[in-house]
């Protein structure tokens, strides 16, 4: 063996041996904790979401949920509200507002589900129901959704305005139980879909539903922004007729 040939093996050898000290090293300090470590503890109690409730929310709902002049009472509004609220981002409400805007979520899974038990605690109310949100009949959930929901919030999910400054929000972040609670709690000017207007199945059903339509491929090329045939059609109309206007004014100049 000749020695250059030697000489290059080992440069070899060196270089696997700096990548694996690095693989090593990242692991062991760099890489990103995984989701599991850096949650919160699974599970937590009720006495913790009293805890959460009294550091975050009391100051406007009260010391016992009874509402006060910075929020409403929350005695009976049930767990499924607050998981609507918290995990949406609404609240904690940061100033007032015509209509609580969607924002960064505060909290954590768990601990979500800890102000929602203790809230859930003091008075009851609807509750998620147990098991999968999402194993709804899809097509079912489609006819359902545009004949409960489209008319605020858009066939294709996009939203849309209301009257008052008030607005029937996008889909698209709403997670699968930001999506079910929204119908079990109706929040601001949306109607409140109880069991007996629309059934556990046809609720899923719709979640179900919602979820796919906002993250489906679009085989059709681009969307436009999903606001619903006039707005494509007037984008197709002023692009498509004014390009042919334009290149008739072209060839008519050039004659
Ligand atoms: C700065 C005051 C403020 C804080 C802090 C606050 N809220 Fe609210 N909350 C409000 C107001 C005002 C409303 C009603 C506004 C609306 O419906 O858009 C409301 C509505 C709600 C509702 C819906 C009640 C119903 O009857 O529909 C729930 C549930 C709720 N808040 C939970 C919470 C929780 C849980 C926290 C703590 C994480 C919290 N809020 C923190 C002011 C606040
Ligand atoms: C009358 C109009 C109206 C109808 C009908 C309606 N909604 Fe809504 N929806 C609203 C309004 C207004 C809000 C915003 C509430 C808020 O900000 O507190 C909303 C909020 C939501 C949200 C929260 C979005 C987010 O920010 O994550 C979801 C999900 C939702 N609606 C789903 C539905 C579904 C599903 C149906 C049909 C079963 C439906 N809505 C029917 C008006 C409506």
């Known amino acids: 063996m ?3 040939r030697t000489s290059r093996l080992s440069n070899y050898a060196v270089l696997l041996l700096a990548l694996t000290m690095v693989g090593g090293l990242y692991t062991a300090f760099g890489a990103p904790k995984s989701a599991a470590t850096e949650q919160a503890p699974q599970s937590l109690s009720v006495e913790d979401g009293r805890r959460l409730y009294l550091q975050g929310c009391s100051t406007c709902h009260g010391l016992d949920l009874e509402g006060g002049a910075g929020g409403p009472s929350l005695v009976g509004v049930g767990a ?3 998981v609507f609220q918290v995990e949406s981002g609404r609240m904690p409400l940061a100033f007032g507002t015509v209509q609580a805007p969607r ?3 505060r909290y954590t899974t768990p601990e ?3 102000l929602a038990a ?3 605690r003091n008075g009851g109310g609807p509750v998620l129901p147990t098991g999968s949100l999402t194993d709804g009949d899809l097509q079912e959930g489609g006819e359902m959704f545009r004949t409960n929901c489209a008319s605020c919030h858009n066939a294709g999910g996009a939203g849309g305005a209301l009257t008052y400054g008030k607005y029937a929000p996008s889909l698209k972040p709403a997670s699968a139980r930001v999506i079910y609670t929204a119908m079990q709690h109706g929040p601001e000017s949306m109607p409140r879909f109880g069991d007996n207007q629309l059934s556990v199945e046809e609720k899923k059903a719709i979640t179900r539903y919602v979820r796919y339509l906002m993250t ?3 085989p059709g090329g681009n969307d436009l922004g999903r606001f619903g ?3 494509e059609g007037l984008v197709v109309f002023l ?3 004014g390009s042919l206007v334009v290149l008739t004014l072209w060839i008519g100049n050039r004659a």
Do not use: F, M
């Open 112 to 114: 979500i589900d800890a």
């Open 80 to 82: 499924s509200a607050v």
């Open 2 to 4: 000749s020695t250059s």
């Open 118 to 120: 203790y809230i859930q």
């Open 103 to 105: 924002k960064k979520v």
């Open 229 to 231: 045939p006039v707005p």
């Open 216 to 218: 489906a491929a679009q």
């Open 239 to 241: 692009v498509g007729i």
